[in-house]
C-alpha cells in the first residue's frame, strides 16, 4: 500500500504466491498503472496513469503486508529482507548551443553548430531556424554541420535531440543573406530586427521612421519588385 500526503490509499497484490520457507522468492512491482494499483482498498477500482502521479507525487508512506490466504497459522511467521526501492535514471542534460558559424549566411549553403548535449548523429536530431527546418548534412554529440532552408527567417536557431526529446535555441541570431546579383527574394528574414516589416499593410519602418511602400514588376523577371 503506498499513501499520499493527502491520504490517498493505492493498494496493490502481488500475483505470485511466496516459495516454501527456506526458498527465497523475489518480487517487484511498478509505480505506474500497469501494477494494477486500486484505488482505496485491494477491491476498488483500477488506478490510471494521473492518480499514481498523484500519489507517489507526494508519498509518505510504503507499508508492505504479509497476509495468509489459507490453511492454519500456528507456529507460521512471515519476513521480509532486502526491500528495495529502485530510482528512476537521471535525465540526462540538455543540448547546449556554445556558438554556430558563420552568423550570416546565404541560404543553401551550410552553418556548422558547436555545442554538447546533440543527439550522435543526423537522424537522431532536428535545427530549426526559426520556425523552418533545416536538412542536417552531419551531427555528432558536439558539432552539427546544417544547410539553411531557402525560406529563413531571421532569429535564433533550434537544435531537438530526439533521442532525450530535449532542445535548446541560440542566444545570438542568424542573419540570412540574400543572394544574387539584384540582391535576391525579399522576405521577412531579409530584414534585421529593428526594421519593422509588414507585408498586409505594406511598409516598412527602420528606426521609427515608417515609410509606405508598393511592389510592381519592374524589370523582365515577371518578379515583384519593392518601390519605396
Given at each position: ?51 499514481v ?7 509518505v508512506?510504503?507499508?508492505?503486508f ?26 540526462p ?12 549566411a546565404?541560404?543553401?549553403?551550410d ?6 548535449g ?6 537522431n ?8 527546418k ?6 555528432s ?36 543573406i ?51
Amino acid at each position: 500500500m503506498i499513501q499520499s500526503s493527502s491520504n490517498q490509499f493505492l493498494y496493490a497484490n502481488f500475483t505470485v504466491i511466496p516459495s516454501a520457507a527456506s526458498t527465497w522468492t523475489s518480487m517487484s512491482i511498478k509505480l505506474d498503472e500497469t501494477g494494477n494499483w486500486k484505488v482505496g482498498n485491494i477491491a476498488g477500482a483500477t488506478a490510471t496513469r494521473g492518480q499514481v502521479i498523484d500519489v507517489i507525487g507526494s508519498l509518505v508512506a510504503l507499508r508492505i503486508f504479509i497476509d495468509w490466504k489459507s490453511g492454519s497459522m500456528t507456529g507460521i511467521t512471515g519476513s521480509l529482507d532486502n526491500v528495495v526501492m529502485n530510482t528512476h535514471p537521471a535525465l540526462p542534460p540538455p543540448p547546449s548551443i556554445t556558438s554556430f558559424s558563420p552568423i550570416a549566411a546565404p541560404r543553401g549553403s551550410d552553418v556548422i553548430i558547436t555545442g554538447s548535449g546533440f543527439g550522435a548523429n543526423a537522424s537522431n536530431n532536428t535545427v530549426w531556424f526559426g520556425g523552418v527546418k533545416g536538412n542536417i548534412v552531419s551531427a555528432s554529440a558536439t558539432s552539427i554541420t546544417v544547410t539553411i532552408p531557402t525560406a529563413v527567417d531571421y532569429g535564433p536557431i533550434t537544435v531537438v535531440n530526439t533521442t532525450t526529446n530535449l532542445s535548446t535555441a541560440s542566444r545570438k541570431k542568424f542573419t540570412p543573406i540574400n543572394s544574387g546579383g539584384g540582391g535576391g527574394t525579399i522576405l521577412k528574414g531579409s530584414f534585421t530586427s529593428d526594421v519593422l516589416y509588414n507585408k498586409t499593410v505594406g511598409y516598412l519602418a527602420p528606426r521609427r521612421h515608417q515609410r509606405r511602400w508598393q511592389t510592381r514588376d519592374a524589370g523582365v523577371v515577371q518578379r515583384a519588385d519593392l518601390c519605396i
